[in-house]
């Protein structure tokens, strides 16, 4: 990365699968991005609980004695539905308050394979992304291919112009962890001009919120 400004990165939101997947490669893929993520010092934001590839990337964080930060909705708590976290866990009342609180604690998202809720936090973070609510990197660990349809079809929609060719640099992919970091960590944020003059932040409610679980 020799020439290429790096931007600091802290912490990371993971999304990914409470389930494990068919393929053997995807937990390897998860152990190993956790791995990567504790080696290079950088604390992982998630979900909460300990089920399939959520649990892997978490139990490795935290081996490597990095700050693991699980944030869930109360409801996912009732009856030990999802496991016990591993590291701090902030409960809140709804998902979209989980995704906004996710947004405002990390410095950069990683989607590894999952199901249809995986999808939309990462959709919803780009969208976010394009209307201005944040520039934070969002990369897919394209494990085995996982991905490859996803990215055709987000190729398909800037063909189609639907998307824009400066909206689809919104979304990184690459196929090992350390890639994917790099590439987070190189990312320039190009606003689009039109909605650049959009204006979001966070209520002071909701900062001092945020303030106050995380003060230690």
Known sequence: MEGVSVRKIKKICV????????DVAFVNAAFHLGEVLGKRKIDLVYGGGKLGLMGCVSTVVAQHERQVLGIIPSAFTINNLVGETCGKEIKVATMQERLVMMM???DAFIALPGGFGTLEELFQMISWAQLNIHNKPIGVLNINGFF???????DHAVKQEFITPRARKILISATTAD???DKLQ???FESDPALSKL??????SQKEK???MLRL
């Open 210 to 212: 945020l303030d106050l």
């Open 186 to 188: 190189a990312f320039r």
């Open 199 to 204: 204006k979001w932040s966070p209520s002071s």
């Open 148 to 154: 490859n349809g996803l990215l055709s079809f987000v």
């Open 179 to 181: 890639e994917l970091v």
């Open 15 to 22: 999304f990914c699968g409470a389930n494990s997947g068919k």
């Open 104 to 106: 405002e604690l990390s």
